[in-house]
């Protein structure tokens, strides 16, 4: 009788169809409490004044910290691979997508 057990250390993983299409974000809205931080992705359109949330990820502290370590890495591979990856130093009010809230 065959299984399907991964070794040990080892997760199966699957991806399906309709999850593996992804879907496109240009807003994240993240909130946290002591006990989780929530991401919703949504996407703001030029001259819609309305979105919804297309995904919603809930992440205890230390998996949010974990995956913005791995997050991090990724992205010092990705820029030592094609370069900085820039972001647009003045912002309008009209300017819509991932933002970076002033302290």
């Known amino acids: 009788m065959e299984t399907n057990v991964p070794p040990p250390g080892q997760i199966n993983i699957e991806l399906g169809e309709k999850e593996a299409e992804g879907i496109y974000s240009n807003l994240a809205l993240i909130t946290h409490s ?5 991401i ?7 001259g819609v004044p309305k979105s919804k949330v297309f995904a919603r990820i809930i992440m205890t502290p230390p998996h949010i910290k974990s995956f913005f370590d791995s997050l ?5 591979k990705y820029e030592e691979r094609f370069g900085e990856i820039k972001i647009p130093e003045k912002r309008s009010k009209e300017d819509f997508g991932f933002k970076i809230k002033e302290k």
């Open 72 to 76: 991090k890495s990724n992205i010092d």
């Open 40 to 46: 919703d992705f949504t996407r703001v359109m030029p």
């Open 34 to 38: 002591a006990a989780e931080f929530v």
